[in-house]
Nanobody, 118 residues
Framework: QVQLAESGGGFVQAGGSLRLSCAAS????????MGWYRQAPGKQRELVAS?????NYADSVKDRFTISRDNAKNTVYLQMNNLKPDDTAVYYC??????????????WGQGTQVTVSS
C-alpha cells in the first residue's frame, strides 16, 4: 500500500502565498516523477508543475510557483506566490511510484482546496 497525504491548502487574498506539501508513505521502493495538478469547478484537471530530473510548469504559473522535493522525506512541495483568483481550485498531488512488490503506478492524493479571493 502507498498513500499520498497533502497539506497546506487554505484561503488567501490575491497576491498572497501558500505552500502545499505532499508526503508519500507505505511500501515504496522508488519514487520517480512527482507533481501537482489542479481542478477548478467545471474544468478539467490540469498539470500545474512536475519534478523528476528537471522541473516543468504550466505557463499560467511560471515565475509564481516553485516545485521542489525532499527525497529523504518522500515529500514534494509547491510554493505558490502572487496568487490570483484564477488559481482557485482543488490541488492534487501525483507520484509515479515503484512499490517494493515492483508494481509501478501513479498515485493520487485526496486533494486540498486553495481559494484565492480578489
Amino acid at each position: 500500500q502507498v498513500q499520498l497525504a497533502e497539506s497546506g491548502g487554505g484561503f488567501v487574498q490575491a497576491g498572497g502565498s501558500l505552500r502545499l506539501s505532499c508526503a508519500a508513505s507505505g511500501n515504496i521502493f522508488v519514487i520517480n516523477a512527482m507533481g501537482w495538478y489542479r481542478q477548478a469547478p467545471g474544468k478539467q484537471r490540469e498539470l500545474v508543475a512536475s519534478i523528476s530530473d528537471s522541473t516543468n510548469y504550466a505557463d499560467s504559473v511560471k515565475d509564481r510557483f516553485t516545485i521542489s522535493r525532499d527525497n529523504a522525506k518522500n515529500t514534494v512541495y509547491l510554493q505558490m506566490n502572487n496568487l490570483k483568483p484564477d488559481d482557485t481550485a482543488v490541488y492534487y498531488c501525483n507520484a509515479n511510484i515503484l512499490s517494493v512488490t515492483l508494481a509501478l503506478r501513479n498515485y493520487w492524493g485526496q486533494g486540498t482546496q486553495v481559494t484565492v479571493s480578489s
